[in-house]
C-alpha cells in the first residue's frame, strides 16, 4: 500500500510560487515526523523542511523565509508552500514520516524552476 503520496510539483519561473501536497495514511500520520526532502541530478538527497505531530518546524538555511512547512491533521495531509523559486530549487521533492522506529517515503513530484 502507498502510504505516502505527492503532488503538486510542476514548471514555473524563477520568482514563482507552488504548493506541494503529501497524502498519508492515517497511521503514518501519527507518528511524531514529517519532513520534505528534494533530490537534484548528481546530488544527495537533502532536508528541506520539517514538522513535528506538536507543529514544531525547522528549515534547511537554503530556504529558510521563501518556504513554509504545514500540517493539516484533519485531512492527514502535510503541505510545502514555495515561494520566490530559484533554478536553485529545481529537483524531486520527496515526503518523509518518522516514528516508531519506522520511516516511510513518497515516490516525489518534480520542480522545476526555469531562468
Known amino acids: 500500500q502507498v502510504q505516502l503520496v505527492e503532488s503538486g510539483g510542476g514548471l514555473v519561473q524563477a520568482g514563482g510560487s507552488l504548493r506541494l501536497s503529501c497524502a498519508a495514511s492515517?497511521?503514518?500520520?501519527?507518528?511524531?515526523?514529517m519532513g520534505w526532502y528534494r533530490q537534484a541530478p548528481g546530488k544527495q538527497r537533502e532536508l528541506v523542511a520539517d514538522?513535528?505531530?506538536?507543529?514544531?518546524?525547522s528549515y534547511a538555511d537554503s530556504v529558510k523565509g521563501r518556504f513554509t512547512i504545514s500540517r493539516d491533521n484533519a485531512k492527514n495531509m502535510v503541505y510545502l508552500q514555495l515561494n520566490s523559486l530559484k533554478p536553485e530549487d529545481t529537483a524531486v521533492y520527496y515526503c518523509?514520516?518518522?516514528?516508531?522506529?519506522?520511516?516511510?517515503w513518497g515516490q516525489g513530484t518534480q520542480v522545476t524552476v526555469s531562468s
Open positions: 492515517e497511521t503514518i500520520f501519527r507518528w511524531n515526523y
Open positions: 514538522i513535528t505531530s506538536a507543529g514544531s518546524t
Open positions: 518523509n514520516a518518522k516514528g516508531y522506529g519506522l520511516q516511510a
